[in-house]
């Protein structure tokens, strides 16, 4: 799991780099840390716990669902607008996801 983080941290530097986005970590860096602590650490700190008793294919489950309900967490909790194309590619993920479980 901390190898995927990485990859996206440096992939997200990058790109942020390369447009020129301003971060603005001086004023956001209390939402920026909320969002990494409940849309990353926590539920890959959590599934660690978890597979030390479940079977591998869970922990591959759980993995695999984390984007999808970081997306979740961005809309229902700091307001990211939840555009046409984003419930459509969540619930395609959700779907893929579902048929995963049975």
């Known amino acids: 799991m901390w190898p995927r983080i990485a990859i996206a941290v440096v992939a997200l530097t990058v790109y942020a780099l390369a447009t020129r ?5 001086k004023k956001w860096w209390k939402q920026y840390l909320f969002v990494g602590l409940m849309s990353s650490a926590m539920p890959f700190a959590l599934t660690a716990y978890a597979m030390k008793t479940l079977p591998a294919g869970y922990g591959a489950m759980m993995n695999a669902a984390s984007p999808f309900f ?3 967490f ?10 046409t194309r984003r419930v459509v590619c969540l619930l395609i993920s959700f779907a893929v996801w579902r048929c995963w479980l049975t």
């Open 74 to 83: 961005a809309a229902l909790m700091i307001g990211e607008a939840l555009t």
């Open 70 to 72: 970081g997306a979740l």
């Open 21 to 25: 986005e301003e971060l603005q970590f």
